[in-house]
């Protein structure tokens, strides 16, 4: 065998390795990219849910503020109720925080 064909031969074995771990890389970056892409349909799923939760939640929070007295009422205990939360939770955390 001439020494310019054995030269070729093995230059093609080596391109061809190449070529193969190109494939590979490829192949690896379209199942991550399909991985991505559920993920991300997951999330959006997630925060359109989400958006309607708030959406009917400001809906109601609207219905008390024009509805008579008696809501209005109702929702000053639920304010009330959510501040103290946070400042019976802002105490605890930091009771935490100075052990």
Same mark, same amino acid.
Request: hydrophobic fraction near 35%; charged fraction near 30%; glycine fraction near 6%.
């Given at each position: 065998?001439d020494? /310019?064909e054995? =030269?070729?031969?093995?230059?093609?074995?080596e391109?061809?390795? !190449? *070529?193969?771990?190109l !494939?590979?890389?490829a192949?690896?970056?379209d199942?991550?990219t %399909?991985?991505h892409?559920? $993920? /991300? =349909? +997951?999330?959006?799923?997630?925060?359109? +849910?989400?958006?309607g939760f /708030?959406?009917?939640?400001?809906h &109601? /929070?609207t219905d008390v503020?024009i509805?008579?007295?008696?809501?209005? &009422? %109702?929702m000053y205990?639920?304010?009330?109720?959510i501040? $103290?939360?946070f *400042?019976f939770?802002?105490? *605890?955390?930091s009771?935490f &925080?100075?052990k």
């Open positions: 065998m020494p /310019l054995s =030269e070729n031969d093995r230059r093609t074995k391109l061809a390795a !190449k *070529i193969s771990q !494939k590979n890389i192949i690896d970056i199942d991550d %399909t991985e892409n559920r $993920f /991300l =349909e +997951t999330m959006r799923s997630d925060f359109d +849910t989400a958006r /708030l959406a009917g939640s400001s &109601r /929070l503020l509805n008579g007295k008696s809501d209005r &009422r %109702t205990y639920v304010i009330g109720g501040v $103290f939360s *400042i939770l802002y105490y *605890i955390v009771s &925080r100075r």
